[in-house]
């Protein structure tokens, strides 16, 4: 015991010394940065050679003194739509006699945006000069200039404006978002609540996330404190670098922050300076490859988007892709989740010619294609495991029993489809078999099927009739996979039940 408690005394004794060198060693890492703010990194290698690495942390002073002045306030007026103004304290009874009904009221709203060229073009959020009359934008000297919108796109919440100040203006650089890691430093600049020029420091939470904002979200995770005021403003890297735009906040969360992939805005800026954006399209409905897809499907992984429907004389029907394709590539970058392709074809200029990676069969395919004009949100996204029939499930009997030939032992029953059942589904043919009973906690249930679906393939055989169902189940019997196209709410989906 004795020997232990001496033992533990020299090591924190000599832990002294180690530890004032460690800081010395900081110190002159930080003195060594001059007016440069970036981390020194210093540490050792490991027997993978990536290293355990020390940063660090960067002179914050130097960057906000440097970035500042590219950064903007944004104040917007805008004419609510008309309603009869209501009272803080409730509804009042004389609020009809003493207002005027159904009066216009001018609102206002403070947001933040960065100049990104001299000559005074400035980017920011979309619902920041969303139904504005009037945009001033202050700049870092004080000086205020009305703005005007050049072109905004509500889907990806980007907006780029411009004021007329000369073309000495102080601007941003821009950085490249897809290098950004995970722990890394980053600088938020904006006016949040007014404030103007608040400098907030973080690091980078998460890349990647859906926030359920739009059809192609892709945001980037902050800790950086952002409140409101902020949107529009910019989140830098350590390099003084423009990495993001901030854009959105969990009000129940703190230090929840998101900010929009510089990458997105910069594809885009193009297109928003002529006022108008216009999207690519491949004219696909795509879904994600589930763990139970990937094994009905033999592929190796959950990597891919998985094709459900080709849209008739599309850029996809052209250029040969079929449902059932597993799509892993698209014009040289690997597609691993279905959120990655709908923003990738978006953000692909119309007229482009690429390349399209698809398995099929097993086998690697490469398609050449013309990507094409997206008419409205033209490639949608099967889930309909989350939805309910939107029209009526008719059914011959109101409670049919399940019987062994109409695939009970998978937990459902199916029926013929009627001419009087497609009329009132809307269904051009009556090809396939309608599922009408689905048994509360079979596998049926579990894999996501529900009554009223329309069953038109099964392993990629197509059903015509009961008759074609039951010999398909009893044949996908041996392997315990099945593998079925359903119709649903308009649309087909691929579900798969594994025994």
Do not use: C
């Not at 933040?112 to 619902?127: E, K, Q, R, V």
């Amino acid at each position: 015991m004795k020997f232990k408690r001496n033992r533990f005394f020299r090591s924190r004794y000599f832990a002294f010394p180690a530890a004032a060198l460690l800081m010395g060693t900081m110190f002159f890492f930080a003195a060594s940065m001059g007016d440069t703010a970036s981390a020194k990194i210093f540490g050792e290698t490991d027997e993978s050679g990536e290293g355990v690495k020390y940063i660090t942390l960067p002179d914050f002073t130097i960057l906000a003194k440097k970035l500042t002045p590219a950064v903007v306030n944004i104040s917007t007026k805008s004419v609510s739509p008309l309603s009869n103004p209501s009272s803080p304290y409730g509804r009042s009874p004389f609020g009809d006699f003493f207002n005027s009904p159904r009066s216009p009221r001018e609102t206002k709203s403070l947001g933040s945006g960065f100049i990104i060229s001299s000559d005074g073009y400035i980017f920011t959020n979309n619902h920041v000069i969303k139904n504005a009359t009037e945009i001033k934008v202050t700049l870092h000297n004080e000086k205020s200039y009305n703005a005007r919108v050049i072109g905004s796109d509500p889907k990806t919440d980007l907006a780029l404006i411009k004021i007329e100040a000369g073309n000495g203006l102080p601007t941003v650089t821009m950085g490249d978002s897809d290098d950004l890691r995970v722990g890394e430093w980053v600088l938020a600049i904006g006016n949040p609540f007014g404030l103007e020029e608040t400098v907030t420091a973080g690091i980078v939470s998460a890349k990647g996330r859906v926030i359920g904002s739009g059809p192609y979200d892709d945001f980037i995770q902050t800790d950086a404190s952002i409140n409101p005021g902020n949107s529009g403003g910019p989140l830098f890297n350590v390099k003084g670098e423009v990495i993001g735009i901030n854009t959105a906040i969990i009000n129940r969360g703190q230090g929840i922050g998101f900010a929009i992939p510089i990458n997105m805005a910069r594809s885009l800026y193009p297109q928003l300076k002529k006022g108008k954006v216009i999207r690519g399209w491949l004219g696909v409905v795509i879904q994600e490859i589930t763990p139970e897809l990937a094994k009905s499907l033999n592929l190796p992984n959950t990597n891919g988007v998985l094709i459900s429907e080709v849209m008739s004389s599309s850029p996809a029907e052209r250029a040969g892709l079929k449902r059932g394709d597993v799509i892993i590539e698209f014009n040289g970058k690997r597609i691993k989740k279905m959120k990655e392709l709908p923003a990738t074809v978006a953000m692909t200029p119309v007229g482009s010619k690429v390349n399209i990676k698809v398995l099929r069969d097993g086998n690697e395919r490469i398609f050449p294609l013309t990507v094409g004009k997206m008419p409205a949100e033209s490639m949608r996204a099967s889930k309909p495991w989350n939805e309910t029939p939107s029209t009526p499930s008719p059914s011959p009997s109101p409670s049919p029993s399940p019987s062994p030939e109409s695939g009970s032992q998978l937990g459902l029953t199916v029926e013929p489809i009627t001419p009087n059942i497609a009329k009132l589904l809307g269904l051009k043919e009556t090809s396939g078999v309608i599922v009408t009973y689905v048994e509360k906690g079979g596998l049926a249930e579990k894999a996501g099927i529900i009554k009223g679906d329309i069953i038109r393939e099964l392993n990629h055989n197509k059903i015509a009739d009961v008759n074609d169902f039951k010999s398909e189940v009893s044949r996908a019997g041996s392997t315990g996979r099945y593998l079925f196209l359903i119709w649903r709410n308009g649309a087909t989906v691929y579900i798969a039940l594994n025994k």
